[in-house]
């Protein structure tokens, strides 16, 4: 089971924990994970990701084959829609896999994991 981690830390936290793996790799040790981390400085950007989390959801129940139909499932403005998901793609939340149809391209929105946690510390 893959899963996202979701978690606001600043500059200085995320260069430690990459130094920390960094170190282990160097010492031989083998780094196996099954999740990928998603971390948030800025407040604002944290809150955009929460406000927009239906839409990751509904990729992963309804698996949509293009943006456009994401937004007919979601009933969202197609504009709108492909704003977000520039930015989930942007951050890593969303991959994009385009293919041909009928001679012009389809963008479909993939999501890669199935959970989503949070870590957050209080204070």
Known sequence: M???IISMKNTEDIFL???NTAHQIKQGKTIK???YEISFESRKDFNHFVKN???LIAILRS???S???LALIINKDLSNVKKIISFFEAIGAVKMEEKKVSGRTE???VVDYDKIEF???AA
């Open 33 to 35: 994970s099954t999740c």
């Open 63 to 65: 698996k949509p084959h």
């Open 107 to 109: 963008k479909k929105p």
């Open 119 to 121: 870590d957050l510390k």
């Open 2 to 4: 893959k899963k996202l």
């Open 67 to 69: 943006i456009y139909q």
């Open 53 to 55: 989390m239906y839409i």
């Open 17 to 19: 924990k990459f130094k």
